[in-house]
């Protein structure tokens, strides 16, 4: 007979401390983000411009905000999965715009801006319904063993 606890539930005690480490990485990434597209764009005259390009550097973190808020429900392997893909991007978004805004001048600093945040997108349009799948599929054959 097996416990929710030993089944993975967020009394297992790994679940929160991941989830306030990846809200955190979050916050400081959307920030981070946002002040690194603004010091790669401080020569630009366009503040419409810089609004848009702002917008579009958050999109990834507003939806993943977003899905935090409706993951209370998900299963644990998927909100894990959540959570992994919300460090990974905050990560990886850095580096890249950081690389940009900070390393060497370079022409054209602008497509990483245009290319990170699909790319996040695809990142948790991929991972997130995959871990459903799989948690489900998980969850379907706990059931079927009790049964």
Known sequence: MTSKVSLGSPASGFLGPLRIAALLAL???????????????RHNDSRFL????????LSPFVALILANV???RWPVHTR???Y??????????????GDVALGPP????AAVFVVVPPASWLLIAIVVPI????SSRRSRRVKDRSA
Do not use: D, E, P
């Open 27 to 41: 916050l400081a990434g959307a920030v981070g983000s946002v002040g690194l597209m603004l010091h790669a764009g």
């Open 50 to 57: 810089l609004v848009l390009f702002a917008l579009w550097v």
């Open 70 to 72: 409706v993951s209370k």
């Open 80 to 82: 894990v999965a959540l």
């Open 84 to 97: 992994t893909v919300m460090l990974v991007l905050t990560l990886g978004s850095l580096a890249a715009y």
């Open 106 to 109: 370079r022409a054209k600093t």
């Open 131 to 134: 871990a459903a799948l799989i």
